[in-house]
């Protein structure tokens, strides 16, 4: 070759764009390996929030239900906690009570009042039963204040007849499960059937708005006459949760107090919020755990998925939903609410969905939790997953959904993008994968490969990214 032939060459190759070979790790699922079954994932919609969707104009409501709840184009949740009110009215975004009026004395006749709505919340569920949600969490935050010691259903105060809280006007232990109970039953009568029920929100706070203070004895002292008026009522298939305290060391104390009282056989699963402190560890319990209620209160509006690790990017809780499954073995991971709107609830980070007018805008927050949310379904099983070879950077988690197909979810928290092989599922017979990342909201993957030995490969976890793999075929590991 002459010379003027090879500089034409080097010009050529000049232009070419650099080609870096990516080192692939090979992660191999062992589904011999079990930890927890998974309930699902979810949102509230409590305090007036259900309004931000039913209000809005078609096609808008529809398309915002179907993003919320759909499994093959939205997040898929399968979880949605409704807040049960105490509030005898609705001013500011209280939530209604079902018994405005104090029937007198604990015994007396109650005049339970039922609107049809119950804050927007009733509509948001039969929506979601319409996309095959069958959990539904019923959550109190306080008694209705002529039960409590301070008189109103805000600022404290504890339930009458527990330990250490007595009342002139008597024991409202059994009236405050009646009440309860009740609340199930207008559910029940308009189709949708509650499968959990907390009595506490947050009972180791006092706010200015519905809250009621209560440790692990007290606790124990109402889930004792919960549980027998339940099953009095045929609702012994409903499931009582325990406590949601702030943080999960606070509920990790009430956890222990509860079993030392007696109480843990009577629960359903135990309950707990991440604003005190996060996940770091299991409860104290043979119960199933969720984690039901996170959120960035404190950041401004952000749509980003990562800038520098902050409160508020989709980034930083795919982390945390990861170290929930992990290190807390939660059965359910919950975010706060869907839903806000601008005018009336602010620019802030506390929803998943900012609704704006007319229109909505979606976080990367909301696709943090689609990643999980469309891909683990209920009932599937976690198990264990192992990585070999290329990047160090990387988080799996895996799982055998009820209908046998195999679920692989990594977070990359490396700066360079990182091939990936999935191996160990014998049989695997097609696949399917999604990134999430600045880029990409759950976008397709469509270079995914399967082999003859079911190995999965042609995926590529961008660099601080979000790779989720559904595999179909046999579930059994090599």
């Not at 990643?371 to 379904?377: A, E, F, L, M």
């Given at each position: 070759m002459?010379l003027p ?9 000049a232009?070419l764009?650099?080609v ?5 790790t ?5 589904t011999?390996?079990?930890f927890q079954?998974?309930?699902g994932?979810?949102?509230?919609e409590a305090f ?6 039913y209000n809005?104009a078609e096609?808008?409501r529809?398309q915002?239900?179907?993003l919320?709840f759909n499994?093959t ?6 979880i ?6 105490s509030s005898?009215?609705?001013?500011n ?5 079902i018994l405005p ?6 015994t007396g006749?109650a005049s339970?009042?039922?609107d ?7 509509w948001?569920?039969?929506?979601a039963?319409?996309?095959g949600?069958?959990t539904f ?5 306080s008694?209705?204040?002529f039960?409590?010691?301070?008189g ?17 006007s008597?024991d ?6 009646n ?9 029940q009568?308009?189709?949708?059937n ?15 708005y519905?809250?009621?203070l209560?440790n692990?004895?007290?606790s124990a002292d ?9 099953e009095?009522?045929g609702?012994?298939h409903?499931h009582?949760a325990?406590?949601?305290?702030t943080?999960w060391?606070v509920?990790t104390?009430m956890t222990?107090?509860?079993?030392t009282?007696g109480?843990e056989?009577?629960?359903g ?7 005190t402190?996060g996940i770091s560890?299991t409860?104290p319990?043979?119960r199933?755990?969720w984690?039901?209620?996170?959120s960035?209160?404190?950041?401004a ?7 520098n ?15 929930g499954?992990t290190s807390?073995?939660?059965s359910a991971?919950?975010w706060?609410?869907a839903t806000?709107?601008k005018a ?5 980070n ?5 609704v704006d007018?007319?229109?909505y805008?979606?976080?990367?927050r909301?696709w943090a ?12 099983v976690?198990v264990?997953?192992?990585?070999a ?6 988080k ?7 209908d046998g ?6 977070i990359?928290?490396?700066?360079a993008a990182?091939g990936?092989a ?7 017979s ?15 993957v469509s270079s995914?490969?399967v082999?003859?030995?079911g190995t999965v ?7 601080r990214?979000m790779?989720?793999f559904?595999?179909?075929?046999a579930?059994?590991?090599?």
């Amino acid at each position: 070759m002459h010379l003027p032939e090879l500089a034409t060459v080097a010009a050529a190759a000049a232009s070419l764009p650099l080609v870096v070979r990516q080192s692939t790790t090979t992660l191999t699922v062992n589904t011999n390996q079990m930890f927890q079954t998974i309930d699902g994932f979810g949102f509230s919609e409590a305090f007036q929030r259900a309004y931000n969707i039913y209000n809005l104009a078609e096609p808008k409501r529809s398309q915002l239900v179907d993003l919320l709840f759909n499994t093959t184009s939205g997040a898929g949740f399968s979880i949605l906690r409704n807040g049960i009110g105490s509030s005898p009215n609705s001013s500011n975004d209280w939530m209604n009570t079902i018994l405005p009026s104090s029937p007198g004395t604990p015994t007396g006749n109650a005049s339970y009042v039922w609107d049809g709505k119950d804050s927007g919340q009733l509509w948001v569920s039969q929506q979601a039963l319409k996309y095959g949600v069958k959990t539904f969490y019923a959550n109190a935050w306080s008694a209705p204040g002529f039960m409590k010691t301070n008189g109103k259903d805000s600022n404290g105060g504890s339930l009458c007849g527990v330990t250490g809280s007595t009342c002139t006007s008597g024991d409202w232990r059994q009236a405050y499960a009646n009440y309860l109970v009740k609340y199930i039953q207008f559910y029940q009568q308009a189709g949708v059937n509650v499968t959990h029920l907390g009595f506490l929100n947050e009972p180791d706070m006092s706010t200015s708005y519905a809250s009621m203070l209560s440790n692990g004895q007290q606790s124990a002292d109402f889930i004792k006459v919960l549980h027998p008026t339940l099953e009095k009522a045929g609702l012994s298939h409903v499931h009582i949760a325990c406590c949601d305290a702030t943080g999960w060391k606070v509920q990790t104390t009430m956890t222990t107090a509860l079993k030392t009282a007696g109480a843990e056989d009577l629960l359903g699963i135990v309950t707990s919020h991440t604003y005190t402190s996060g996940i770091s560890g299991t409860q104290p319990t043979t119960r199933k755990v969720w984690e039901t209620e996170c959120s960035d209160l404190s950041g401004a509006w952000s749509t980003a998925w990562y800038t520098n690790g902050a409160s508020g990017d989709g980034y930083t809780w795919a982390n945390s939903i990861y170290t929930g499954l992990t290190s807390g073995n939660v059965s359910a991971y919950l975010w706060w609410v869907a839903t806000q709107d601008k005018a009336t609830n602010g620019n802030k980070n506390e929803k998943l969905i900012l609704v704006d007018g007319g229109s909505y805008v979606v976080s990367k927050r909301f696709w943090a939790f689609a990643q999980y949310s469309r891909t683990i379904r209920p009932g599937a099983v976690r198990v264990g997953v192992s990585a070999a070879g290329g990047s160090t950077s990387l988080k799996a988690t895996a799982f055998v959904n009820a209908d046998g197909s195999v679920v692989v979810n990594v977070i990359n928290t490396g700066t360079a993008a990182a091939g990936l092989a999935v191996a160990g599922i014998k049989g695997a017979s097609a696949a399917k994968a999604w990134i999430t990342d600045g880029s990409n909201d759950m976008t397709a993957v469509s270079s995914v490969a399967v082999a003859a030995d079911g190995t999965v490969s042609g995926v590529s976890v961008p660099g601080r990214g979000m790779v989720s793999f559904v595999v179909s075929g046999a579930a059994v590991s090599a």
